[in-house]
């Protein structure tokens, strides 16, 4: 009785897991942009020291971007992996990264991939199908196709693959981990939190523009729907691969093959699509802030929720 007792104690209450679930997302913040500001500075030394002009260095800053993007998108993903470590070694004091559901992923993995490349591209089609987005051509009619390759899709891969993984580490990792003791309310408390997360790091990171009230409210709309879609991807599955392949077949298509926003980043992939409007399409925060998105993210939660359901018997 006293060994139960002890472990029951141990088991933090949904307003312990809400306080340490904010105070994470808060030192993620704060992290993401005193990481800034040394990658900025890096870079500039780094020219200087080549012997480089400001106004050269300040030239092509833009053609840096993407590559100090990168990088920055490789800094999260390690300070996400060593908060959730701290957080779950110094405040949570129970269970280890391996129970985040990091196993081997097996089949769940490519299902995942797979059902999030269908999922953009059918957003897309219906989006282009009533006149939500305008094809401007192929990226190697403006640039090279050595270009497009090696820049553009070398340089967004890794880029896309770290920003999927560094959310869904958080999200649908530790967040979701860390309500498992109320599981009622463990879907929507970390689809809430992802949407307040996304609303704040669009506001202070975005490099899309134009962040109005309207364009905010859709982010956060969206961002709450497709939470729920991945943390029931992960209900379904018991593996965080499953919300990892279905974010990461998404981000790619949208933003590989049809150069749009992801997450609040310029894509530059081989088709180059511009969205004509902002309610079906999303506009400059994606097609997954667009209600032809939002509607596609419901169906997958929807589907997901009738899988685990019928695997249950209930």
Known sequence: MSAQVSVQSLR???????????????????????????????????????????????????????????????????????LTAAWIRLLDRRGSLAELGLRWPGRSLLLALLLGIGMAALTVAVAAAVGGFTVMGWAWEKESLADVLLVDLIGFTPLLLFMVLTDELIFRGYIRWAFTDAERIAPLASAVLYGLYR????????????????TLILVG??????GLALVWAWRLSKSLWAPIGLHLGWALVTGLVFSLPVGGKIV???????????????????????????????????????????????
Not at 204 to 209: E, I, K
Not at 276 to 297: N, R, S, Y
């Open 12 to 82: 933090p209450s949904w307003s312990t897991a809400a306080w340490r679930s904010l105070l994470y997302l808060a030192a993620f913040l704060l992290a993401t942009l005193a990481l800034a500001l040394p990658v900025g500075l890096g870079y500039f030394a780094f020219r200087f020291l080549q012997g480089d002009e400001l106004e050269e260095i300040t030239l092509h800053l833009e053609d840096a971007l993407l590559y100090l993007n990168t990088l920055m998108g490789v800094g999260q993903f390690l300070v996400a992996l060593a």
């Open 268 to 314: 530059e992939g081989l088709l180059l699509v511009r969205a004509t409007g902002d309610l079906l399409t999303g506009g400059v925060a994606g097609p997954e802030a667009g209600i032809i998105g939002i509607v596609i993210w419901l169906v997958a939660w929807g589907l997901f929720w009738a899988l685990e359901r019928r695997s249950s018997g209930t």
């Open 199 to 214: 609303v704040v790091a669009w506001r202070l990171m975005s490099d899309t523009g134009m962040q109005d009230a309207g």
């Open 221 to 226: 709309l969206s961002t709450i729907v497709s």
